[in-house]
C-alpha cells in the first residue's frame, strides 16, 4: 500500500512539474504568436539561456549570500559546494524562500535581455525574416553551455542548491505546487495582458500590421514588448526547470521539447486564446506523463517498438490538427471591452 501511494506522488508531482514549465512555455508563445503575430521558432532560446546562466549564477551567489569559505570551484566541483550549501538553506526556510524569488527574478531579467537580443538584428524586418532569425538562435544557447566550460562545466553540467530542502520528505511536494502557482500567476496576467489596450494592438498588429502601422502604431515598440515579457516567462520557466531537476546539462533543453512541443500545445487548444493553451498543454502533458510511465505495459500489445509510442501519437494529433482542425479545439473569440459593450447596446437602444 505504501509504495502504491509512493508511485501515486510521483506521478502526481511528476504531472504537475512538467505541466507547470509547459503551461509558461505555451502561455509565452501565445503572448509572442498569438497576440503579436511573431514566429517564435526560436522559444528554447530564453528557456535554455536564463537555465545555464541562473544555474551558474545560483551556486556562485549562494556561496557569497551564506558566506561560505572554500577551496571548491563552484562550477567544476558543485558536488562538494552544494553539499556546503543545501544544509544552512535547509535550517533557514525564509532565507531559501528568499534565494529562491531572486532566482526567478533574475531569471526573468536574463530571459528578457535574452529575448531582446535574440530579435535585435532583424526586430524591423518583415515577420517571415523575423522568423527565419529566431530559428537560427534557437541552437545558440545549447552551443555556448556545450563549447564554454566556465558557465554550466559544458557536458557534466552544475548543480543547483535545493531551495526547498526544509520541507524533508515533502521537498518535491513543496517544490511542484510552487511550480503550479507560479505558472497560473504567470497564466492569470497573460488573460490580463490580452485584455488591456496593450494586448489589444498586439492584436491588431497581428491581423494587418500595414493598417496597425497606418494608426500609427510602432510595429517595433510591440513586437518589443511582446518578445520581452513572453521571453521573461520563458526564463522563468527554465530556471523553474532547472531547480526542479536539481542541475542544469545542456542535453535538458532541445529545440524538439521547447520549440516544436508548445507549438504543438497551442495549435491544438487555439492561437490567440490561453485558453485554448492551457487545454493543448493539458493533453500533450498528460499523453507524455502517460505514456512514460505506462508505455511497456503495451508491450505486445502493438505491432510496433513502444519507445516509439508518442513520436507515432504526436504525428497523429499534428495531422489530424492540421487537417480537420486547424483553428485548434478552442479559437480564438473577439474580445470587446465592457465599455464598448455598453454603448453599442445603448446607441441600439436609442435608434429604436
Known sequence: MEQILENIIMFVTSFIAVYSVYLIASVSLNIQRGYAGIPQFGLVFPI???AYIMGNLSINLAVRILGIK?????IYESSGVIALINPILSSNPLLSIAFFILCLIIG?????????IQVGPAIRLRIDYLGLTLLAFGEIANVIARAYRPLIGGEYGVQVPSVFGWAGKNTIVAMTAAMLIIALIIYAYAEYLGRTPMGRTMKAIRDNEVAAAALGKSLVKYRAIAIVIGSA?????????????????????????????????????????????????????????????????????????????YQILLGAITAFILIYRPQGVLPERPYIPKDVRERVKSSIASSS
Open 108 to 116: 526573468a531579467i536574463v530571459g528578457a535581455i535574452l529575448g531582446l
Open 70 to 74: 572554500t577551496e571548491l570551484d563552484p
Open 233 to 309: 516567462f520563458c526564463g522563468i520557466a527554465g530556471v523553474l526547470w532547472a531547480f526542479f531537476n536539481g542541475s542544469v546539462m545542456p542535453g535538458q533543453f532541445v529545440r524538439f521539447n521547447w520549440t516544436f512541443l508548445p507549438w504543438l500545445m497551442i495549435l491544438l487548444g487555439g492561437i490567440g486564446n490561453n485558453r485554448g493553451a492551457l487545454v493543448g498543454t493539458t493533453v500533450f502533458v498528460a499523453l507524455d506523463r502517460f505514456i512514460t510511465y505506462y508505455k511497456h505495459e503495451f508491450v505486445g500489445l502493438l505491432p510496433f517498438d513502444v519507445i516509439w509510442l
Open 48 to 50: 535554455a539561456g536564463a
